[in-house]
């Protein structure tokens, strides 16, 4: 077993290979972060993981027929029943939406969460670069972080509208953190178990790093 910097066993990450993400980028970023990372589709490795890494790149559609054949939905979802942490990033983010609409094409995702990605309303296609963000006060995710932490972008689709509440008052309320490209669009969410990031950590620099930390230190 591998020990992290701290001398604590370090939390073991799938990161899901299902033929759509920069998972070797991915790979290395979290191992930077102290975690013991293993790329696979294997199912008992992906379900028996402290956590699961979800990238995305590419179109919607794409992404989740890969994601389907690989089982990818199946997986997610028990590890979210039982309480598992998931993380998403990029279209990995956009694909535990409802929907999907590209080209005037609409797909289902995964209706983790309501809502359609839908494409960016903003003078300049695709959003490409740093970008900072709006997050909540009481974010875990972004513990740590100035107001200013800028972190890198590339897409062309987001969600542009929250519809989920929490209706059980036992229940913690969604954070979600936005960031504005033309008209603001959700950049993070974290749920319960479940969180996710429309940009890429792993190209984000030192905030990256120390947003994946965040994510890690709660496994």
């Not at 695709?126 to 590339?154: C, I, K, Q």
């Not at 959700?186 to 947003?211: C, M, R, Y």
């Amino acid at each position: 077993m591998e020990l992290s910097s701290t001398g604590s066993t370090a939390k073991r990450v799938v990161v899901f290979d299902y033929g759509f993400g920069n998972v070797r980028s991915a790979e290395r970023a979290l191992a930077r972060a102290g975690a013991d990372v293993e790329i696979t589709r294997d199912y008992d490795r992906a379900m028996n993981a402290d956590g699961l890494l979800v990238p995305g790149v590419g179109a919607f559609a794409a992404c989740m027929r890969g994601l389907k054949e690989a089982r990818g939905d199946w997986i997610i979802d028990r590890r979210l029943s039982g309480g598992r942490p998931v993380m998403g990033i990029c279209v990995g983010m956009q694909i535990l939406f409802a929907r999907g609409i590209e080209h005037g094409v609409e797909t289902d995702g995964l209706d983790e969460w309501p809502g359609a990605v839908e494409p960016l309303q903003a003078d300049i296609v695709p959003h490409m670069g740093w970008n900072t963000v709006d997050a909540p006060a009481d974010s875990e995710l972004f513990a740590g972080l100035d107001a200013d932490a800028r972190f890198y972008f590339v897409h062309s689709y987001a969600v542009h509208d929250w519809d989920l509440e929490a209706h059980n008052p036992a229940m913690a309320a969604p954070k979600v953190t936005w960031s504005t490209h033309g008209k603001p669009f959700v950049a993070a969410v974290e749920n319960g178990a479940l969180w996710a990031t429309q940009f890429h950590p792993e190209k984000s620099g030192d905030a990256g790093a120390q947003l994946l930390n965040n994510w890690i230190g709660t496994l």
